[in-house]
Nanobody, 124 residues
């Protein structure tokens, strides 16, 4: 079992930056691919970014490509999401997810463990 705890959310003005962190429990973190998803009010949860077990592969949703960067530190059991040039439409609850397989994936059903989420609000 893997437990995920997100942090780093908050209120930021448009054009600003935030870095989200996701701390994972367990000794198998380094084997898992990790992902970040987000859910805006009244909308379905959607993919944002994913990273493979060894950081060799990453993938981003078109809506965040060029502005967000996912990274991980396996020694710290932590994955990060650096968010730059934030827009009001980035406002959402951001969820961290872990996938038992080490390869990247963009579908919700590909992930086995989920955190509770952290709120990001971007004001215009």
């Amino acid at each position: 079992q893997v437990q995920l705890v997100e942090s780093g959310g908050g209120l930021v003005q448009a054009g600003g930056s935030l870095t989200l962190s996701c701390a994972a429990s367990g000794r198998t973190f380094s084997r898992y691919a990790m992902g970040w998803f987000r859910q805006a009010p009244g909308k379905e949860r959607e993919f944002a970014a994913t990273i493979s077990w060894n950081s060799g592969s990453t993938s981003y949703a078109d809506s965040v490509k060029g502005r967000f960067a996912i990274s991980r530190d396996n020694a710290k059991n932590t994955v990060y999401l650096q968010m730059n040039s934030l827009k009001p439409e980035d406002t959402a609850v951001y969820y961290c997810a872990a996938r038992k397989y080490g390869t990247i994936a963009t579908m919700l059903l590909d992930y086995d463990y989920w955190g509770q989420g952290t709120q990001v609000t971007v004001s215009s």
